[in-house]
């Protein structure tokens, strides 16, 4: 089995994590109801995606 010749030092360990962070999700205006939904996603508010309705809404 394979094991490390060498303990990593602590910089080294940590310079390797530097890239895991909180991003900000891609959030995009709904072009039925102009509210911010995700990208990608079906719109909360009125249920639309691509221009045509995929759920309907109880106000609707």
Request: proline share 5%.
């Amino acid at each position: 089995m394979a094991v490390p010749k060498r303990k990593w030092s602590k910089a080294r360990s940590r310079r390797g994590r530097s890239h895991y962070k909180v991003q900000t999700p891609g959030l995009t205006t709904c072009p039925q109801c102009k509210t911010l939904k995700l990208a990608h996603h079906v719109c909360k508010q009125c249920g639309y995606y691509k221009g045509r309705e995929v759920v309907a809404t109880e106000g609707a």
